[in-house]
């Protein structure tokens, strides 16, 4: 019986959708996280009859024909990139992305990755890195006896030293944006890679252009609606129970057609 592979295919593809929910649940706290829904697809058929063949000599077309599914199949799982709330948090070197765009991530390495984590940090140096310590590009040096630290809305970062009454500019942090931000690649670590799909990044000051402004003493939250969350895992939990009372129900309808005398 078809419906025992049918109804396999379906508990598998549940099995992933529960896994994706799971995953964006345990992110809800995690800062920049961009929540993920996967996508399925219908599997090949089998043609009893093909929609439009002939059934007499006279021409006569059937209008549907016979065809039986075989399936489910995950087609992709997206990434959602719309903007989640943002939360103050006072830090000076906490930095928030409102509208398009990524902070550039030096990886150990040597590639560039790309954030919107903005919980920024300043190593022994008194360079900006993030919370595994990998540098900000361009690099930007905080000096060690800075007072007082500004990042602008396009991505000055301008410090002022002892006695002194005027501002130094230390650097400008700069963005990407990228043709198709769903085609990034994550590879944990809030950090996502270019792929082929993405397509090269542009990069440009914050506040310009398609580019968002910066929010200082600000961070992103992840943009998981848990609501809508345990919603799905409801939902794909009864499709998993319903497609395991398809495989249960074929057993039994096999096991009548075996014990018949």
């Known amino acids: 019986m078809l419906s025992l592979d049918i109804g396999a295919t379906g508990m598998l593809a549940q099995q992933l959708h529960v896994n994706v929910i799971s995953n964006n649940i345990a992110n809800m706290t995690t800062t920049g996280y961009k929540r993920q829904r996967p996508e399925f697809q219908d599997l090949m058929y089998q043609n009893k009859q093909r929609p439009g063949a002939t059934s007499s000599d006279i021409g006569t077309i059937v209008p549907a024909g016979i065809q039986v599914g075989l399936g489910v199949k995950p087609g992709s799982v997206y990434r959602i990139m719309e903007q989640g709330s943002f939360e103050v948090t006072t830090n000076e070197f906490d930095v928030a992305i409102a509208g398009r765009g990524y902070f550039?991530?030096?990886?150990?390495?040597?590639?560039?990755?790309?954030?919107?984590?903005?919980?920024?940090g300043i190593n022994a140096d008194g360079d900006l890195v993030t919370s595994q310590g990998y540098l900000l590009e361009p690099t930007i040096n905080i000096p060690q006896n800075t007072t007082d630290t500004i990042i602008n809305e396009s991505g000055e970062v301008l410090t002022k030293l002892p006695g002194q009454t005027n501002y130094a500019n230390q650097g400008q942090i700069q963005l990407a944006i990228f043709a198709n931000e769903g085609g990034l690649e994550a590879t944990g670590n809030s950090l996502f890679m270019e792929t082929e799909s993405s397509g090269t990044p542009t990069t440009g000051n914050p506040n310009d252009d398609a580019f968002g402004k910066l929010e200082q003493g600000i961070l992103e939250n992840s943009n998981v609606d848990v609501v809508e969350e345990i919603t799905r895992l409801i939902t794909a939990q009864r499709a998993y129970e319903m497609n395991s009372k398809v495989i249960q129900t074929s057993d039994e309808m096999m096991s009548a057609v075996s014990n018949l005398r």
């Open 104 to 120: 550039q991530i030096q990886t150990p390495n040597g590639e560039t990755a790309y954030t919107r984590a903005g919980s920024f």
